[in-house]
């Protein structure tokens, strides 16, 4: 059974720095494809970054030179490092994970595993 499950959420100040984990079982992170979407309320879901089974990085336009995604095999762990944050980075944010080895990573329908969601709340 593939699980994912997101923490290190919190409510942080504005230029402040977050790290949040994905913890991975049943499945190798470092062997799929792997994602990191947000939503705000009211809002669609929306790509932050994700890391092809080929290694392959991207990044939204939005968070490039702030955010760093990264798999750490060791301990079969994903995660997004924050830097800068901002106001507009407030939201859920959930990790996701795709086995099979076909498309890109950023669309949210490529992904059949979710985690929970973990919460980021950004203050000025």
């Known amino acids: 059974q593939v699980r994912v499950s997101e923490s290190g959420g919190d409510l942080v100040q504005a230029g402040g720095s977050l790290r949040l984990t994905c913890a991975g079982s049943?499945?190798?992170?470092?062997?799929?494809?792997m994602g990191w979407f947000r939503q705000a309320p009211g809002k669609e879901r929306e790509g932050v970054a994700c890391?092809?089974?080929?290694?392959?990085?991207t990044y939204s336009d939005s968070v490039k030179g702030r955010f760093t995604i990264s798999v750490d095999n060791a301990k079969n762990t994903l995660y997004l490092q924050m830097n800068s944050l901002k106001p507009e980075d407030t939201g859920i944010y959930y990790c996701?994970?795709?086995?099979?080895?076909?498309?890109?990573?950023?669309?949210?329908?490529?992904?059949?595993?979710w985690g929970q969601g973990t919460q980021v709340t950004v203050s000025s």
């Open positions: 049943g499945v190798t992170l470092g062997d799929v494809t």
């Open positions: 890391i092809h089974w080929s290694d392959t990085i």
């Open positions: 996701a994970a795709r086995e099979e080895r076909y498309g890109g990573c950023w669309l949210s329908d490529e992904y059949d595993n």
